[in-house]
């Protein structure tokens, strides 16, 4: 048994000199060390020996099995990275499945709602969402130093030129090109400098709609948003229409819809009123009309600004906007 342990030590270093790649280093190692290995059995084998035999040569075989060990790390480490590659990469191993995306959930909405206007004969353009301050306010009717120039405080970039706060700027831009009669809406994303809640984001969407024509009148602009958010939500849905002051409309209203979160019972979304905010809107100020080059005596019309984000936490029972923009996956993979 002495003499075939220093056999084994000697083939088992001239097989490691031998090694060129790990495959063959993963063998080396079953043949060696494995549980039927070589020098396993013979170690095996030593509780058979008489007693005073045992001692020395189970000291002999640990020598010769450490020598081993110690002879294979060091080809192991011999071995450059690229044979080592080589020897793990497995070409006809299947591939990981590959997980498939879908449009996020206010994309879709977005589909949706683009989808409703088109059918009503809307046509859909889209704005910068860069803005010069003369767009995003003065040309609203929002001249500098106006109060409500402090509620769509935003982000100032370089050249003067601000983050659009709402879409309504878009109603300015298309009319530059167009002449009544437009049915057109403008959804896009929106900025603003505000704090954080289950209710408020500082980015967020909103869908502007614009029509314009002779004779338009408060109930076109009402039966037209409660259409649409029939549309959405189904003939049950509650509404409610409230004055609203915005400089660029003349009367201004804002559209709520019982909260579905709570059904009306009050929660953090709806800040514990039972309604939330869905939309503003209004009547086109005369003053506006004129910066659009329209006269306002021949023409009238409506403006609203979708909040799509609010919309869309209703249409899914989402109890905090904020989700949205989260990138959880286990948030969007629900939709
Ligand atoms: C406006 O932005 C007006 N431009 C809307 C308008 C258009 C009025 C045309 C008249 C005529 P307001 O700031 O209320 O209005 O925002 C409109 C909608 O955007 C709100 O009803 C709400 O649904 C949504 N919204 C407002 N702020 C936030 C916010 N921080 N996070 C998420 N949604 C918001």
Not at 116 to 142: A, C, K, R
Not at 193 to 222: K, M, P, W
Request: proline fraction near 5%.
């Amino acid at each position: 048994m002495k003499e075939q342990l220093h056999k084994i030590k000697q083939r088992g270093l001239e097989d490691l000199e031998k090694i060129s790649n790990m495959k063959q280093m993963r063998s080396f190692e079953v043949q060696y060390f494995g549980r039927k290995g070589e020098l396993s059995q013979v170690m095996r084998r030593i509780k058979d020996l008489p007693k005073n035999e045992r001692p020395a040569l189970g000291k002999l075989a640990n020598e010769v099995k450490q020598a081993l060990n110690i002879a294979r790390s060091k080809a192991e480490k011999s071995l450059t990275s690229k044979q080592r590659e080589v020897s793990v990469i497995d070409l006809t191993w299947p591939s990981q499945p590959h997980r498939l995306g879908h449009l996020h959930p206010l994309t879709q909405f977005l589909d949706k709602v683009m989808n409703i206007f088109t059918s009503m004969g809307f046509e859909v353009l889209e704005g910068q969402e860069v803005e010069t301050p003369e767009y995003n306010f003065d040309l609203l009717n929002i001249p500098k130093n106006h109060p409500s120039r402090d509620a769509w405080d935003t982000f100032y970039v370089e050249g003067g030129m601000l983050m659009r706060t709402h879409t309504s700027p878009v109603q300015l831009r298309a009319m530059k090109k167009k002449r009544p009669p437009v049915r057109l809406i403008a959804p896009g994303r929106v900025f603003r400098h505000e704090a954080t809640d289950a209710g408020h984001e500082t980015t967020f969407y909103q869908c502007e709609g614009l029509v314009i024509d002779r004779s338009i009148t408060v109930s076109n602009l009402i039966s037209t948003l409660e259409q649409f958010l029939k549309e959405v939500y189904g003939p049950k849905v509650k509404i409610r229409v409230r004055p609203e002051y915005y400089p660029f409309v003349e009367p201004g209203m804002d559209v709520d819809m019982q909260c579905l979160i709570c059904d009306g019972q009050g929660c953090s979304v709806c800040h514990q009123r039972g309604w939330l905010e869905m939309l503003g809107s209004g009547m086109i100020h005369p003053k506006v009309l004129s910066n659009m080059n329209i006269d306002p005596e021949k023409f009238s019309g409506f403006a609203f600004g979708l909040g799509i984000d609010r919309l869309m936490m209703l249409y899914h029972g989402i109890n905090d906007v904020r989700l949205s923009y989260s990138g959880d996956l286990r948030f969007l993979e629900q939709f």
